[in-house]
């Protein structure tokens, strides 16, 4: 097992972007950043949660000072000896803090399944068994999509990272990252999510450039879109009426 290990610690604000605000900001965007050492990727990633989803529940909530997830993350489709990263992501007073071991991803599922972490995972490992037997975490959702990250063009204290994510999809079957990167939109066709990751200030040209073309923050969760959206379908299909047969309601009791 690779013995890396990373912490971040940051603010994250989320912005949902039409084609023409997308189109806006890529006028200025240039000037100030490139894309990354890992310029266009696919991602995915499986979110575990308890049987009851009592981890998304609870953001959803959007508490003030906690929240909590744990999933396995992949850049492009995986293989069994591929490394992937097992990773927790934590929101407290929001601040974001990502702490998380890389590892074969054969070696990642065995982890899940028995809630245990090898010891070359030092700390952060222990804090993720420790997570995953106290909550019994299961896969329980697959997402994935097409990002490009940016950075800052002069390094700078500020540790500017912008991601753009695009054709956001997931699946709820087949919750293996060896099966592909397949699934079900969550937005409308050219929409997209930008995340601006800074552990200090926005910087002033890119302040501008949001209020130039209308880009207001978003609270928005790809898992927790998926989950809102199977409690609706379970909402709709708990209304429909009784079948009937025989032109006789079967919810209606005969006497």
Not at 63 to 82: I, W
Not at 130 to 140: G, H
Request: aromatic content about 8%; hydrophobic content about 40%; proline content about 5%.
């Amino acid at each position: 097992m690779g013995n890396l290990t990373y912490v971040f610690e940051r603010v994250e604000r989320k912005f949902l972007l039409t084609p023409s605000q997308y189109e806006g900001l890529m006028r200025v965007l240039p000037e100030y950043m490139q894309a990354d050492q890992y310029g266009e990727s696919t991602i995915l990633s499986l979110y575990l949660d308890t049987a009851d989803s009592l981890l998304i529940r609870r953001s959803l909530e959007k508490p003030v000072y906690y929240k909590e997830k744990l999933r396995l993350r992949s850049y492009g489709v995986p293989g069994d000896g591929d490394n992937v990263f097992l990773e927790m992501k934590k929101k407290v007073q929001g601040v974001v803090y990502k702490r998380r071991i890389c590892l074969p991803l054969d070696r990642a599922m065995a982890c899940l399944a028995q809630g245990t972490i090898p010891a070359a995972g030092g700390q952060i490992g222990r804090e993720i068994a420790y997570m995953l037997r106290r909550y019994r975490l299961r896969p329980v959702v697959l997402l994935a999509y097409d990002r490009t990250a940016y950075t800052e063009l002069e390094p700078s204290p500020n540790r500017l990272r912008i991601t753009i994510d695009r054709d956001i999809r997931s699946r709820q079957t087949d919750l293996d990252l060896r099966l592909g990167a397949a699934g079900e939109s969550l937005l409308a066709p050219g929409m997209r999510l930008m995340e601006i990751k800074t552990a200090h200030a926005i910087p002033l040209w890119l302040c501008a450039a949001l209020d130039q073309n209308e880009i207001r923050p978003t609270s928005f969760s790809k898992y927790g879109r998926v989950y809102e959206a199977r409690m609706r379908a379970g909402q709709a299909r708990a209304m429909r009426p009784a079948a009937v047969k025989g032109g006789v309601c079967d919810a209606v009791c005969h006497v």
